[in-house]
């Protein structure tokens, strides 16, 4: 079962968000702060992480830069309400390819989990990864 750490500081985002993936067959946490949402990140490994990264209290992009660097497989998933809020540059630059403009369809983000973990998957079974 894939897991999935979503981060953001609205609750009802949250809240909603893990019914529909869960709904899918994934185990979903979730943190209203990007402090728990570090800690639960320190004690589990997860297969993606869907985040907002202009968080009240901490930046998004440090946190999926320390998620990755204790779980290099993770796929981020950024969601944002002012897509200016990043720049697709250093986006990119962190190994973020998908971003999400809230509000988005649940659908839109199913199909970027299930694409992500799609590629993820053929990238580790490529005999270049071995």
């Not at 500081?9 to 019914?19: F, G």
């Not at 992480?49 to 993770?74: A, N």
Request: with cysteine; charged share 25%; aromatic share 4%.
């Amino acid at each position: 079962m894939y897991r999935i750490l979503v981060i953001d500081d609205e609750a009802s985002i949250c809240e909603a968000l893990a019914v529909g993936l869960s709904s899918c067959g994934y185990q979903v946490d979730v943190a209203t702060s990007g402090v728990r949402g570090m800690m639960l990140a320190s004690m589990n490994v997860y297969d993606v992480l869907v985040i907002d990264p202009c968080l009240s209290h901490m930046d998004g992009i440090e946190i999926i830069r320390k998620v990755k660097s204790g779980s290099p497989r993770v796929i981020p998933i950024v969601m944002t309400v002012r897509r200016s809020c990043e720049s697709s540059e250093r986006l990119l630059r962190e190994g973020i390819e998908v971003c999400l403009e809230k509000p988005f369809e649940m659908k839109s983000l199913r199909s970027a989990v299930r694409n992500g973990l799609r590629e993820r998957e053929r990238e580790w079974q490529s005999p270049a990864a071995l």
